[in-house]
């Protein structure tokens, strides 16, 4: 069965650059959630979108954006780089909002 | 504050026997609780879900208990597996909210 794509897998940026993470749901999947997990943590909740909309929001930095397009992918742009952004990025879709959420396989982010 | 607790971060069993792993919560807005596995370099894998109107769920090898006085749920898996090692997380969601908050996640190993 698809699962969620997330590109890329791994990523390398300096301090102060930008990023761009991107996330293609499970097919008909309608829902997009972003988690951050730092190395030895739980995954914390960034920001959901549903049929392209903002659905619910954590504790994503003003200096993070993102967005769910027409095709319900969805992308996270990170600006201003800092060392603590360094993590695992997880993205997940759902079939409706409050549904299961199934995780895609994360984008390793180091910021140097 | 860690509103979802998992207090063992190891756990080992020995192959077909029992694993028990264990998850508290301190807050009872939460209606909605999950399990998911993760092996490195992946993203989290749904395994199983109960909901709060509910005190269990079984689902193959896999059975959660839900002891909301308590505010406590468990995973049970048996038998255990090889490849069952894998670190799991329990994670919750209130009503009306999308997010699921994480477990610090429990590292199970199955001794062969």
């Known amino acids: 069965a698809a699962g969620v794509i997330q590109s890329p897998r791994h990523l390398i940026k300096e301090k102060r650059e930008t990023a761009t993470l991107k996330c293609y749901p499970i097919?008909?999947?309608?829902?997009v959630y972003w988690y951050q997990q730092g190395p030895g943590q739980d995954p914390q909740f960034l920001i959901s979108f549903y049929e392209k909309m903002q659905s619910d929001k954590g504790s994503i930095p003003d200096r993070f954006s993102a967005q769910q397009f027409s095709d319900y992918h969805s992308e996270l742009n990170m600006s201003s780089l800092e060392l603590g952004d360094s993590a695992l990025y997880f993205c997940?879709?759902?079939?409706?909002?409050?549904?299961?959420?199934?995780f895609g396989p994360g984008t390793r982010l180091l910021v140097l | 504050d860690q509103q979802v607790k998992q207090n063992s971060p190891s756990l080992s069993v020995q192959e077909g026997r029992i694993s028990i792993l264990n998850c508290d919560y301190t807050?009872?807005?939460?209606?909605?609780f999950l399990w998911y596995k993760k092996y490195p370099a992946e993203g989290p894998t749904f395994l199983i879900s109960?909901?709060?109107?509910?005190d269990k769920n079984e689902d193959g090898r896999f059975t959660v208990f839900l002891n909301k006085s308590a505010k406590h749920l468990s995973l049970h898996i048996v038998p255990s597996q090889p490849g069952d090692s894998a670190v799991y997380f329990c994670a919750a969601r209130r009503g009306g909210n999308e997010k699921l908050t994480f477990g610090t996640g429990t590292r199970l190993t199955i001794i062969p």
């Open positions: 109960i909901s709060s109107i509910k």
């Open positions: 097919p008909r999947h309608d829902t």
């Open positions: 807050n009872s807005m939460f209606d909605y």
């Open positions: 997940a879709s759902s079939l409706g909002s409050r549904e299961t959420q199934y």
